[in-house]
Protein backbone atom coordinates (compact mmCIF):
# COMPACT_ATOMS: atom_id res chain seq x y z
CA UNK A 1 0.00 0.00 0.00
CA UNK A 2 2.67 2.59 0.97
CA UNK A 3 4.24 1.47 -2.48
CA UNK A 4 1.10 3.02 -4.10
CA UNK A 5 0.80 6.17 -1.24
CA UNK A 6 4.08 7.74 -1.57
CA UNK A 7 4.36 8.08 -5.31
CA UNK A 8 1.04 9.66 -5.40
CA UNK A 9 2.09 12.00 -2.51
CA UNK A 10 5.17 12.76 -4.00
CA UNK A 11 2.66 13.81 -7.28
CA UNK A 12 0.44 15.95 -5.20
CA UNK A 13 3.49 17.81 -3.62
CA UNK A 14 4.77 18.47 -7.32
CA UNK A 15 1.79 19.43 -8.43
CA UNK A 16 1.06 22.03 -5.58
CA UNK A 17 4.49 23.29 -6.19
CA UNK A 18 3.79 23.97 -9.58
CA UNK A 19 0.79 25.80 -8.82
CA UNK A 20 2.85 27.96 -5.96
CA UNK A 21 5.08 28.38 -8.75
CA UNK A 22 2.64 30.00 -11.29
CA UNK A 23 1.19 31.84 -8.68
CA UNK A 24 4.77 33.41 -7.44
CA UNK A 25 5.09 33.53 -11.44
CA UNK A 26 2.78 36.43 -12.07
CA UNK A 27 2.84 38.09 -8.53
CA UNK A 28 6.48 38.70 -9.27
CA UNK A 29 6.10 40.03 -12.05
CA UNK A 30 3.62 42.35 -11.27
CA UNK A 31 5.74 43.26 -8.56
CA UNK A 32 8.12 44.12 -11.05
CA UNK A 33 5.99 46.26 -13.03
CA UNK A 34 6.04 43.89 -16.04
CA UNK A 35 2.28 43.86 -16.96
CA UNK A 36 2.50 41.31 -20.01
CA UNK A 37 3.80 38.91 -18.14
CA UNK A 38 2.30 38.85 -14.99
CA UNK A 39 -1.11 39.13 -17.47
CA UNK A 40 -0.05 36.04 -19.66
CA UNK A 41 0.66 33.70 -16.35
CA UNK A 42 -2.18 35.14 -14.31
CA UNK A 43 -4.40 34.48 -16.88
CA UNK A 44 -3.99 30.98 -17.86
CA UNK A 45 -3.84 30.65 -13.77
CA UNK A 46 -7.38 31.81 -13.42
CA UNK A 47 -8.31 29.62 -16.53
CA UNK A 48 -7.24 26.48 -14.94
CA UNK A 49 -9.62 27.89 -12.23
CA UNK A 50 -6.92 29.21 -9.05
CA UNK A 51 -9.06 31.56 -7.23
CA UNK A 52 -6.55 34.15 -6.42
CA UNK A 53 -5.84 34.33 -10.13
CA UNK A 54 -9.03 34.40 -10.74
CA UNK A 55 -9.10 37.47 -7.94
CA UNK A 56 -6.06 39.36 -9.42
CA UNK A 57 -8.01 39.43 -12.92
CA UNK A 58 -10.79 40.72 -11.59
CA UNK A 59 -8.39 43.68 -9.64
CA UNK A 60 -7.02 44.48 -12.64
CA UNK A 61 -9.46 45.22 -14.74
CA UNK A 62 -11.53 47.30 -11.14
CA UNK A 63 -8.64 49.49 -11.26
CA UNK A 64 -7.57 49.50 -14.81
CA UNK A 65 -4.01 48.40 -14.46
CA UNK A 66 -2.78 45.58 -16.60
CA UNK A 67 -6.27 45.54 -17.99
CA UNK A 68 -8.85 48.06 -19.55
CA UNK A 69 -11.12 49.67 -16.74
CA UNK A 70 -13.47 47.19 -16.83
CA UNK A 71 -16.56 46.26 -14.11
CA UNK A 72 -18.56 43.84 -15.50
CA UNK A 73 -15.06 41.58 -16.53
CA UNK A 74 -14.24 42.67 -12.80
CA UNK A 75 -16.85 41.15 -10.81
CA UNK A 76 -16.94 37.92 -13.67
CA UNK A 77 -13.61 37.08 -12.22
CA UNK A 78 -14.34 38.15 -8.51
CA UNK A 79 -17.63 35.73 -8.91
CA UNK A 80 -15.63 32.94 -10.06
CA UNK A 81 -13.31 33.23 -7.27
CA UNK A 82 -15.66 33.44 -4.81
CA UNK A 83 -17.42 30.95 -6.18
CA UNK A 84 -14.08 28.57 -5.96
CA UNK A 85 -14.46 29.36 -2.04
CA UNK A 86 -11.64 32.29 -1.79
CA UNK A 87 -13.35 34.14 1.00
CA UNK A 88 -11.27 37.33 0.04
CA UNK A 89 -13.35 36.99 -3.08
CA UNK A 90 -16.48 36.43 -1.39
CA UNK A 91 -16.15 39.85 0.63
CA UNK A 92 -15.91 41.53 -2.94
CA UNK A 93 -18.59 39.79 -4.03
CA UNK A 94 -20.67 41.20 -1.41
CA UNK A 95 -19.22 44.42 -2.20
CA UNK A 96 -20.09 44.35 -6.34
CA UNK A 97 -23.79 43.35 -5.11
CA UNK A 98 -23.96 45.84 -2.44
CA UNK A 99 -22.60 48.49 -4.87
CA UNK A 100 -24.46 47.09 -8.14
CA UNK A 101 -20.73 47.40 -9.60
CA UNK A 102 -20.58 45.41 -13.00
CA UNK A 103 -24.06 43.29 -11.70
CA UNK A 104 -27.31 44.28 -10.46
CA UNK A 105 -27.26 46.01 -6.96
CA UNK A 106 -29.37 43.03 -4.31
CA UNK A 107 -28.58 43.44 -1.00
CA UNK A 108 -30.09 40.34 0.15
CA UNK A 109 -26.99 38.76 -2.12
CA UNK A 110 -24.46 41.04 -0.06
CA UNK A 111 -25.42 39.56 2.81
CA UNK A 112 -25.31 35.82 1.39
CA UNK A 113 -21.56 36.79 0.30
CA UNK A 114 -20.55 38.33 3.19
CA UNK A 115 -22.20 35.65 5.38
CA UNK A 116 -19.92 32.95 3.52
CA UNK A 117 -16.95 34.66 4.05
CA UNK A 118 -17.49 35.21 7.35
CA UNK A 119 -17.70 31.92 7.99
CA UNK A 120 -14.88 31.37 6.62
CA UNK A 121 -13.12 33.18 9.18
CA UNK A 122 -12.51 36.23 7.12
CA UNK A 123 -12.70 39.06 9.13
CA UNK A 124 -13.29 41.60 6.91
CA UNK A 125 -16.22 39.60 5.48
CA UNK A 126 -17.52 39.54 9.83
CA UNK A 127 -17.55 43.34 10.00
CA UNK A 128 -19.13 43.80 6.79
CA UNK A 129 -21.73 41.11 8.06
CA UNK A 130 -21.93 43.43 11.45
CA UNK A 131 -22.99 46.66 9.26
CA UNK A 132 -25.75 44.77 7.64
CA UNK A 133 -27.02 43.65 10.42
CA UNK A 134 -26.84 46.99 12.12
CA UNK A 135 -28.68 48.65 9.59
CA UNK A 136 -31.79 46.01 9.95
CA UNK A 137 -34.14 48.41 12.10
CA UNK A 138 -36.75 45.19 11.21
CA UNK A 139 -34.75 42.68 13.14
CA UNK A 140 -34.91 42.80 17.03
CA UNK A 141 -31.59 40.88 17.32
CA UNK A 142 -29.51 43.24 15.04
CA UNK A 143 -27.50 45.28 17.47
CA UNK A 144 -26.64 41.76 19.16
CA UNK A 145 -25.88 40.63 16.00
CA UNK A 146 -23.88 43.57 14.96
CA UNK A 147 -22.11 43.51 18.32
CA UNK A 148 -20.76 39.96 18.15
CA UNK A 149 -19.67 39.87 14.54
CA UNK A 150 -17.41 43.45 15.72
CA UNK A 151 -16.35 41.50 18.32
CA UNK A 152 -15.34 38.50 16.21
CA UNK A 153 -13.78 40.13 13.11
CA UNK A 154 -11.69 42.66 16.47
CA UNK A 155 -10.27 38.81 18.17
CA UNK A 156 -8.73 38.36 14.68
CA UNK A 157 -7.03 41.64 15.28
CA UNK A 158 -8.73 43.33 12.15
CA UNK A 159 -7.84 47.00 13.26
CA UNK A 160 -11.19 48.49 11.61
CA UNK A 161 -13.18 46.51 13.83
CA UNK A 162 -11.55 48.19 16.89
CA UNK A 163 -12.80 51.34 15.58
CA UNK A 164 -15.97 50.01 14.78
CA UNK A 165 -16.89 48.26 18.04
CA UNK A 166 -16.10 52.01 19.35
CA UNK A 167 -18.66 53.35 17.37
CA UNK A 168 -21.41 50.71 19.12
CA UNK A 169 -19.93 51.11 22.59
CA UNK A 170 -20.46 55.19 22.12
CA UNK A 171 -23.90 54.95 20.27
CA UNK A 172 -26.19 56.38 22.99
CA UNK A 173 -27.92 53.31 23.53
CA UNK A 174 -28.32 50.36 25.51
CA UNK A 175 -25.24 48.86 24.47
CA UNK A 176 -23.12 51.89 25.42
CA UNK A 177 -20.25 51.33 27.66
CA UNK A 178 -17.41 54.60 27.54
CA UNK A 179 -14.89 52.35 28.96
CA UNK A 180 -14.77 49.76 26.23
CA UNK A 181 -15.18 52.62 23.35
CA UNK A 182 -12.08 53.94 25.12
CA UNK A 183 -10.05 50.84 25.79
CA UNK A 184 -10.97 49.57 21.85
CA UNK A 185 -9.70 53.33 20.69
CA UNK A 186 -6.48 53.00 22.09
CA UNK A 187 -5.75 49.79 20.74
CA UNK A 188 -7.16 51.04 17.32
CA UNK A 189 -4.65 53.91 17.85
CA UNK A 190 -1.19 51.49 18.64
CA UNK A 191 -2.51 49.41 15.32
CA UNK A 192 -1.63 52.51 13.41
CA UNK A 193 -5.69 54.05 13.05
CA UNK A 194 -4.45 57.28 14.22
CA UNK A 195 -6.99 60.19 11.82
CA UNK A 196 -9.26 62.53 13.02
CA UNK A 197 -12.52 61.16 13.61
CA UNK A 198 -10.53 58.58 16.11
CA UNK A 199 -8.88 60.89 17.91
CA UNK A 200 -12.42 62.46 18.19
CA UNK A 201 -14.19 59.54 18.98
CA UNK A 202 -11.67 59.29 21.87
CA UNK A 203 -12.26 62.72 23.54
CA UNK A 204 -15.89 62.08 23.44
CA UNK A 205 -15.37 58.42 25.35
CA UNK A 206 -12.77 60.47 27.42
CA UNK A 207 -15.10 63.06 28.16
CA UNK A 208 -18.12 60.60 29.39
CA UNK A 209 -15.70 59.33 31.80
CA UNK A 210 -14.54 62.32 33.41
CA UNK A 211 -11.02 61.85 31.53
CA UNK A 212 -10.63 65.62 31.05
CA UNK A 213 -6.95 65.99 30.67
CA UNK A 214 -7.39 62.88 27.71
CA UNK A 215 -9.75 64.23 25.95
CA UNK A 216 -7.50 67.79 25.76
CA UNK A 217 -4.93 65.79 24.76
CA UNK A 218 -7.01 63.84 22.18
CA UNK A 219 -8.40 66.98 20.81
CA UNK A 220 -5.28 68.84 20.15
CA UNK A 221 -4.59 65.99 17.06
CA UNK A 222 -7.16 67.73 15.17
CA UNK A 223 -5.70 70.22 12.65
CA UNK A 224 -7.84 73.20 12.07
CA UNK A 225 -8.42 73.09 8.35
CA UNK A 226 -10.14 69.23 9.17
CA UNK A 227 -13.65 68.42 8.49
CA UNK A 228 -13.65 66.52 12.18
CA UNK A 229 -11.91 70.04 13.50
CA UNK A 230 -15.46 71.43 15.09
CA UNK A 231 -16.48 68.06 16.72
CA UNK A 232 -12.80 68.46 18.42
CA UNK A 233 -13.61 71.94 19.26
CA UNK A 234 -17.25 71.29 21.35
CA UNK A 235 -15.54 68.13 22.61
CA UNK A 236 -12.89 70.97 24.29
CA UNK A 237 -15.27 73.12 25.55
CA UNK A 238 -17.21 70.33 27.19
CA UNK A 239 -13.76 68.95 29.10
CA UNK A 240 -13.36 72.53 30.15
CA UNK A 241 -16.84 73.47 31.24
CA UNK A 242 -16.87 69.65 33.07
CA UNK A 243 -13.10 70.78 34.49
CA UNK A 244 -14.60 74.16 36.40
CA UNK A 245 -13.02 76.42 33.13
CA UNK A 246 -16.35 77.88 32.82
CA UNK A 247 -14.84 81.10 31.39
CA UNK A 248 -12.58 79.39 28.61
CA UNK A 249 -15.52 76.79 28.40
CA UNK A 250 -17.92 79.81 27.09
CA UNK A 251 -15.03 81.33 24.94
CA UNK A 252 -14.66 77.93 22.79
CA UNK A 253 -18.89 77.32 22.59
CA UNK A 254 -18.76 80.96 20.81
CA UNK A 255 -15.84 79.79 18.45
CA UNK A 256 -17.75 76.67 17.76
CA UNK A 257 -21.06 78.76 17.12
CA UNK A 258 -19.53 80.28 14.74
CA UNK A 259 -17.73 77.40 13.09
CA UNK A 260 -20.85 75.78 12.81
CA UNK A 261 -23.48 78.50 12.46
CA UNK A 262 -26.15 79.12 14.99
CA UNK A 263 -29.15 76.33 14.22
CA UNK A 264 -26.31 73.41 13.79
CA UNK A 265 -24.48 74.59 17.12
CA UNK A 266 -27.53 74.73 19.51
CA UNK A 267 -28.73 71.22 18.24
CA UNK A 268 -25.10 69.50 18.73
CA UNK A 269 -25.00 70.97 22.23
CA UNK A 270 -28.81 69.86 23.45
CA UNK A 271 -27.77 66.54 21.88
CA UNK A 272 -24.44 66.66 23.85
CA UNK A 273 -25.65 67.79 26.85
CA UNK A 274 -28.41 65.01 27.32
CA UNK A 275 -25.88 63.02 26.89
CA UNK A 276 -23.17 63.94 29.15
CA UNK A 277 -25.84 64.40 31.71
CA UNK A 278 -27.26 60.52 31.44
CA UNK A 279 -23.65 59.13 31.54
CA UNK A 280 -23.38 61.02 34.97
CA UNK A 281 -21.41 64.26 33.81
CA UNK A 282 -24.12 66.99 34.81
CA UNK A 283 -22.55 70.28 35.89
CA UNK A 284 -24.39 73.70 37.46
CA UNK A 285 -22.76 75.14 34.23
CA UNK A 286 -24.25 73.58 31.80
CA UNK A 287 -27.15 75.42 33.08
CA UNK A 288 -25.37 78.75 32.41
CA UNK A 289 -24.16 77.55 28.61
CA UNK A 290 -27.97 76.63 28.04
CA UNK A 291 -28.91 79.78 28.99
CA UNK A 292 -26.64 81.75 27.07
CA UNK A 293 -26.60 79.86 23.75
CA UNK A 294 -30.21 77.89 23.97
CA UNK A 295 -32.48 80.87 24.73
CA UNK A 296 -34.35 82.93 22.29
CA UNK A 297 -32.70 85.99 23.29
CA UNK A 298 -29.15 84.51 23.30
CA UNK A 299 -26.66 85.90 20.08
Known amino acids: MMRIVRPFLLLCAVLLGAAAGASEQWRTAHLRGECEAALTAARAAAEKGEPEAMLQMSDWHFFGTCLDKDDVASARWALLA ?45 LLLAKVFEAD ?24 AFVHLAALYSGGG ?17 AGYRDNGVWVALSWACLNLGRYDEVLEAVQKVPKEAPEYKAAQINMAHALLLNGQVGN ?36 GMLRMEKLFLSDTSN
Open 82 to 126: AEAGLPRAQVVAGQIHASGLGVAKDEAVARDWYQKAADAGDPEGM
Open 137 to 160: AADPLAAELALAWTRRAADKEYAP
Open 174 to 190: RQTDYGEAARWLEKAIQ
Open 249 to 284: AREVYAQNMTLRGKDEFRRVLREDFTELRRSGHPHP
